[in-house]
């Protein structure tokens, strides 16, 4: 459980520990030798004689997902999302229409098999970047309970063992698929450390197999299944029920596209939005002595990637907030997937969208930037004019300084070769405070200035947010100079 600090001791960076504490971004990530030889053993036994073509078909399915998610009325959506209390009858409010599995998509056994060869590797990829910065970020987090929302062919399950080696004792996982399931057991078979793994086809299945006592679960993830309910109104049911069977953490993660990252906005704001109705109305009927409890209990903000609790600064700027996460292709991979007219990379990026939510409000302490760090940089450069950066606060129209459109014609990323590194050295953490922004599309190198498009917040309490173009030069600041040349999409910055 979240637990607020009331006194914090200012962290003293130096320029090569502040660098190391942003940095967040996994550059190429390479997937584990015991995963990438389960699929392989998998696939083996499998003997599915139209991979090339099964893969194919999968991918048209999720295309067709997306073009449902584009029919949702704008204004309906708005009124939702703004006031849901409005939208809905007393008697109706929050009373899902339909289970899950049966409005989401239902795999068979041949898509499974391809989901497994085309897919996994990318959701498993990406569910390790989330979650690194969640272990890095939350020192006092070790999750022992998880729930798996969505779980596919067990993505998440591979990630949290990476992250969190030792810690899982148990996992709960709901997939209504039997194919997917089957898939995700088979590629258990050989794993060390095993924890124990109950299977649910639907979250009431789960609610009725558990004690009221023990559904609460440390970690509740879902990824890549939000968007697979066209209902925005079941969307935000299920996510109102995720969060109340989290004790601590959840993750939802969506694709990289203006709709995934349109799923997260709104779960992001309501939950938030829900949390902050439920605070006062606790304020209001318990007295003074006693709030301490209630902050404790009740609450939520933001770990990532948002360092503010505030309404989504991008949200009319016609922009969308995502990522990219690049990994070395595997074998697998590169057998099955097709490219459009050229010869197929060694590496692919997957976009993602995504927002990690915490159980309690967010601690209060001092920014990286503050006192003694200023001191140090004045110490080593004494004869210039230390301003740590300038910031245009005029709208930025620029447009994305790169395109991910698809695999094949997609820029590479700047200063990146087709070799891939995982780099697991221990680094100094950033704290979760609100004095970190999120460096947002990649960084802009023009001569001895760097330009960044950060997600900040607003103020120190981290109640408000805003999307400011920062500019750091080297005359101005030569150690934030440096940092910035080495800052990527992803990582954070220092105010």
């Known amino acids: 459980m979240a637990s607020l600090v009331p006194e914090v001791v200012q962290k003293i960076f130096t320029p090569e520990t502040l660098r190391a504490a942003a940095k967040q971004s996994i550059r190429c990530h390479v997937v584990p030798l015991h995963l990438r030889r389960a699929i392989d053993k998998y696939l083996t036994e499998q003997d599915e004689p139209h991979m090339k073509r099964n893969v194919l078909r999968l991918s048209e399915s999720f295309n067709e997902i997306k073009k449902v998610n584009l029919m949702l009325p704008e204004s309906t959506a708005k009124d939702i999302i703004e006031d849901p209390l ?24 041949d898509e499974a098999v391809a989901y497994v060869a085309s897919r996994m590797p990318a959701v498993y990829s990406t569910l390790y970047r989330v979650l690194s910065e969640v272990g890095r970020r939350l020192s006092d987090f070790s999750p022992e309970n998880v729930l798996d929302f969505g779980a596919g062919t067990g993505s998440a399950l591979w990630a949290i063992q990476e992250v969190w080696p030792q810690s899982l004792k148990k996992i709960n996982i709901i997939e209504p698929s039997t194919p997917m399931q089957r898939a995700g057991q088979n590629l258990t078979l050989d794993m060390k450390n095993l924890p124990q793994i109950q299977g649910h086809s639907s979250i009431l299945e789960f609610m009725k197999k558990s004690k009221k006592s023990k559904r609460k679960n440390d970690l509740v993830i879902a990824s890549y299944v939000l968007g697979e309910i066209p209902s925005l109104q079941d969307r935000i049911t299920l996510a109102r029920q995720l969060w109340e069977l989290t004790e601590d ?70 922009k969308y907030c995502h990522f990219v996460q690049r990994l070395q292709r595997t074998t697998s991979q590169r057998a099955y997937k097709r490219s459009k007219g050229q010869p197929l990379r060694g590496f692919e990026d997957e976009k993602f969208s995504y927002v990690v939510f915490r159980r309690g409000s967010r601690p209060r302490t001092p920014w990286p930037l503050d006192g003694m760090e200023l001191k140090t940089l004045k110490q080593k450069h004494a004869n210039r004019n230390m301003e740590d ?107």
């Open 389 to 495: 950066m300038e910031i245009d606060y005029e709208e930025n129209e620029d447009e994305d300084p790169t395109g991910y459109e698809s695999n094949a014609t997609e820029p590479d990323i700047p200063g990146e070769d087709d070799s891939c590194e995982n780099k697991d050295e221990k680094i100094d953490t950033a704290d979760i405070g609100s004095g970190w922004g999120r460096i947002v599309f990649w960084p802009v190198h023009r001569g001895n200035l760097v330009e960044m498009n950060v997600c900040r917040a607003g103020n120190r309490e981290g109640t408000a947010g805003s999307f400011d173009r920062v500019i750091v030069t080297r005359s101005k600041n030569p150690d934030l100079h440096f940092q910035a040349k080495r800052s990527f999409w992803g990582d954070l910055w220092p105010f």
């Open 249 to 318: 953490v959840l993750v939802l993660v969506e694709p990289g596209t203006p709709q995934g990252s349109k799923i997260i906005s709104q779960m992001r704001s309501h939950i938030l939005w829900m949390e902050k109705r439920k605070f006062k109305k606790s304020e209001v009927s318990l007295n003074k002595a006693s709030q301490d409890l209630v902050v404790h209990k009740s609450g939520a903000f933001i770990v990532a990637p948002c360092p503010h609790d505030g309404p989504c600064p991008l949200e009319k700027s016609g």
């Open 86 to 109: 409005k939208s809905v009858t007393q008697a109706q409010r929050w009373k899902i229409k339909s289970a899950y599995g049966d409005i989401g998509f239902t795999y068979r056994e």
